[in-house]
DNA sequence: ACGATATAGTTTCGAGTCGATACCAACTGT
DNA sequence: ACAGTTGGTATCGACTCGAAACTATATCGT
């Protein structure tokens, strides 16, 4: 809590700590999920299955996204597999492994994802408060997923084992070509390129 | 960082969406409770009553912050008492009312707050890094709670219904004086001094 | 090639969260 | 004085979460 007053009453709160807290609420208010269809762990797991490619649409990939165990993370994906927004497919290159897709209905619902107050009011900020924000949010989740020693998620376009083509690109890691489209999603082997900090 | 490599594979990703996307996984890692005695709500409840000034440490206004009903904060509460770490007082004002503190037990634990973590790599950033974060986070948590219609929390020494004297200051509001240390807490009737925007 | 080990995924358990609802006691406005 | 509001609690059902136990498939070391 507050515990260092300085001078008079200039610089009353500590600032860092008021942003650890304040991260805290805002994603709070953000995730509301007050008179919405899904609770906050389905919508998480649904906008991830969206966003995640070909390479990381498992239960276990969401587990570690999450930051969770794949226990928990199985019962959320088979909540929204009931409710008709996800489906499993096999997985040909791996028989314990299933891979996940997001169905029709569930983009459908993704239009109603709460967060989406939230991308409105930051799309709001000034073009370069909105760049600042967002450098400074990936490099701090980065430095945090590094602390707490959990795999950080990021595009292929970012990842250091992609060697880039004209419209395709070569990932090192699953040793396979990615389409353009492909680039722009969340892959579980990401690690970003160049330096670190 | 990275994440802005134009031309090439041209803006491949919203950013607006990642930033929100980013805010929401940050709170997590933070937030995660693995090995923690005690839960994500529990720990938001404990910090609150660490802050709340004495007329915002009720169930009632933890249940306005935590964007929750009142019943589930009572249960909350419920449980930190039983734990040792939150003890109950009457309100002499209002006998409905009760008035909430953190034993010393309360503070002990809060020392072990998960979110220490997340204190440390907000601090590692540049100051003038961390200012722009602080206001940016601050304006779109006020927009945001704008938007879905739950109060804004602040402290007393940003608030409208103050009155700043040298060594007290008067709210307006609960018609009271408030002590030095008061000011840097949390008031649930805080209403932004200044312009909004 | 084959056993040890690691990994993907599921299930079950108990404690906790959460919103909704119902309820009681105490305050407030007129 | 009394209707309406507010502070707080209890209960219900669905969900979350971590832990542990379990099955099936891959992979590693020799």
């Not at 109603?112 to 450098?135: A, F, H, I, K, N």
């Not at 989740?141 to 376009?157: E, H, I």
Request: proline share 4%.
């Amino acid at each position: 809590m507050r515990q260092q007053q300085r001078d008079l009453w200039g610089d009353i709160t500590d600032m860092t700590q008021d942003m650890a807290d304040l991260i805290v609420h805002l994603a709070r208010l953000a995730q509301n999920t007050a008179r919405t269809d899904l609770t906050a762990a389905q919508w998480t797991a649904l906008r991830f299955f969206a966003r995640a490619n070909r390479f990381s649409r498992t239960p276990s990939a969401f587990s570690e996204f999450h930051a969770t165990t794949r226990g928990t993370a199985s019962q959320t994906v088979k909540s929204l597999v009931t409710l008709g927004l996800l489906q499993r497919q096999n997985n040909a290159a791996d028989a314990r492994s299933t891979l996940i897709e997001v169905t029709p209905a569930g983009h459908e619902m993704l239009c109603r994802d709460p967060l989406g107050d939230l991308r409105r009011v930051l799309s709001e900020l000034p073009e370069d408060v909105q760049r600042t924000l967002s450098v400074t949010l990936q490099r701090a989740t980065m430095n945090l997923a590094t602390l707490r020693q959990v795999p950080t998620f990021g595009t292929c376009a970012d990842c250091s084992h992609c060697k880039e083509g004209t419209d395709t690109a070569y990932c090192h890691c699953t040793e396979s070509m990615l389409t353009r489209p492909e680039m722009a999603s969340f892959c579980i082997d990401f690690q970003p390129a160049g330096r670190v900090d």
